[in-house]
């Protein structure tokens, strides 16, 4: 792929008008010598993960984590420019999908592709890697057929319907917003869409429906007493026990903006797919069969990570039994570390996931 692989010029030359003057300009990169952004400091100022490496107190961090922090930093942005071939820029773009930004916000920095987001390509008929499609996030918290990812590939003005949910109220109420959508090549002296531009009504028609079948379920669940039960499983986590659930308050940032973070108790249910009381109903399938589900892994992080989103997934689609991850070859220390993730990141979710060392 070398042909994506450019020079500190042309990164500069390729996305120059993407930036507003003096905009703050973070970078997610393995790149050590900084003179190779040079071009984006004489009008720019330049940060870099390393930059908080005392004030975040990083050095705590496995360096294995360090990736995903650049990763987190860089979905947030107003305007995100990554790499085409790359799966680090591949998953910043889909973290992006994921918190309802627009298409028209992302470009790759290799100029034969650099506006391959915006083309309206909803999914790749083969499994490549290259870049990262709608699909994977256009409607993915609902059980409807979704087809377009709704914003087309021209200018066109953009009406998002913004619900909120009061937490002393039952009806939500809804405001109308109306912003263009439009690239850097349709307003130059104006690069870039308007700062935090959401995704329009058509991307949130599902998400709307789940939050709304989400919002039922809470309430019945606060009517049988049932919402506690979630929280105390929850709190259970040492990671968890110092948060405040409040039901139904729905959190925005410094600026007002709502970025889609609910509250404790619909986080679980909206992750698990199902409430901690009918956890006991899916250790027998309906037809009486217990399932029993073994996998092996030996202990190193990155088989810790893939055990959780196996766990994850199991849980997700309600499976039924049990499931049983086999850890090998750990030493004592590893061991320990191993049962304390487990016991704090997955078996909050259900009591029928298991840990086994051999």
């Given at each position: 792929?070398?042909?994506?692989?450019?020079?500190?010029?042309?990164?500069?030359?390729?996305?120059?008008?993407?930036?507003?003057?003096?905009?703050?300009?973070?970078?997610?990169?393995?790149?050590?010598?900084?003179?190779?952004?040079?071009?984006?400091?004489?009008?720019?100022?330049?940060?870099?993960?390393?930059?908080?490496?005392?004030?975040?107190?990083?050095?705590?961090?496995?360096?294995?984590?360090?990736?995903?922090?650049?990763?987190?930093?860089?979905?947030?942005?107003?305007?995100?420019?990554?790499?085409?071939?790359?799966?680090?820029?591949?998953?910043?773009?889909?973290?992006?999908?994921?918190?309802?930004?627009?298409?028209?916000?992302?470009?790759?920095?290799?100029?034969p592709k650099k506006d391959?987001?915006?083309?309206?390509?909803?999914?790749?008929?083969?499994?490549?890697?290259?870049?990262?499609?709608?699909?994977?996030?256009?409607?993915?918290?609902?059980?409807?057929?979704?087809?377009?990812?709704?914003?087309?590939?021209?200018?066109?003005?953009?009406?998002?319907?913004?619900?909120?949910?009061?937490?002393?109220?039952?009806?939500?109420?809804?405001?109308?917003?109306?912003?263009?959508?439009?690239?850097?090549?349709?307003?130059?002296?104006?690069?870039?869409?308007?700062?935090?531009?959401?995704?329009?009504?058509?991307?949130?028609?599902?998400?709307?429906?789940?939050?709304?079948?989400?919002?039922?379920?809470?309430?019945?669940?606060?009517?049988?007493?049932?919402?506690?039960?979630?929280?105390?499983?929850?709190?259970?986590?040492?990671?968890?026990?110092?948060?405040?659930?409040?039901?139904?308050?729905?959190?925005?940032?410094?600026?007002?903006?709502?970025?889609?973070?609910?509250?404790?108790e619909e986080s679980v249910?909206?992750?698990?797919?199902?409430?901690?009381?009918?956890?006991?109903?899916?250790?027998?399938?309906?037809?009486?069969?217990?399932?029993?589900?073994?996998?092996?892994?030996?202990?190193?992080?990155?088989?810790?990570?893939?055990?959780?989103?196996?766990?994850?997934?199991?849980?997700?689609?309600?499976?039924?039994?049990?499931?049983?991850?086999?850890?090998?070859?750990?030493?004592?220390?590893?061991?320990?570390?191993?049962?304390?993730?487990?016991?704090?990141?997955?078996?909050?979710?259900s009591s029928r996931v298991?840990?086994?060392?051999?």
């Open positions: 792929y070398k042909d994506a692989l450019i020079s500190e010029d042309k990164w500069w030359e390729n996305t120059q008008e993407l930036w507003k003057p003096k905009e703050i300009l973070y970078f997610a990169t393995d790149e050590k010598d900084k003179k190779f952004f040079d071009n984006f400091a004489t009008d720019h100022d330049l940060r870099f993960l390393d930059d908080y490496w005392e004030v975040a107190n990083l050095k705590s961090f496995a360096k294995e984590h360090l990736g995903m922090i650049d990763v987190i930093v860089a979905s947030r942005g107003r305007a995100f420019a990554g790499t085409f071939y790359s799966t680090f820029s591949g998953y910043i773009t889909r973290l992006r999908g994921y918190y309802g930004m627009s298409k028209f916000t992302s470009w790759y920095s290799w100029q391959e987001m915006q083309k309206g390509a909803f999914f790749s008929p083969s499994n490549g890697f290259e870049r990262e499609y709608p699909i994977g996030w256009i409607g993915i918290d609902g059980d409807e057929r979704v087809t377009s990812d709704g914003e087309g590939v021209e200018k066109d003005p953009v009406v998002a319907e913004v619900v909120v949910v009061k937490p002393d109220s039952d009806k939500p109420t809804m405001a109308v917003m109306r912003k263009d959508v439009k690239t850097a090549h349709d307003n130059k002296k104006e690069p870039g869409i308007v700062p935090d531009q959401r995704a329009p009504a058509a991307l949130k028609e599902v998400a709307i429906k789940g939050r709304e079948d989400t919002k039922n379920k809470l309430k019945a669940s606060k009517e049988n007493k049932t919402v506690s039960d979630v929280i105390s499983i929850v709190q259970n986590s040492s990671a968890a026990g110092k948060i405040q659930p409040n039901v139904l308050d729905i959190h925005k940032d410094n600026n007002g903006t709502d970025h889609g973070i609910r509250s404790l249910i909206n992750g698990h797919g199902f409430q901690p009381a009918d956890d006991n109903k899916l250790k027998v399938a309906e037809d009486g069969t217990t399932f029993y589900t073994v996998f092996s892994t030996d202990c190193n992080s990155s088989q810790q990570w893939e055990s959780y989103l196996l766990f994850f997934s199991a849980m997700r689609i309600k499976q039924t039994g049990f499931i049983t991850r086999i850890a090998s070859g750990c030493t004592d220390e590893q061991m320990r570390e191993a049962r304390k993730w487990h016991d704090e990141h997955i078996a909050v979710m298991k840990i086994l060392f051999t």
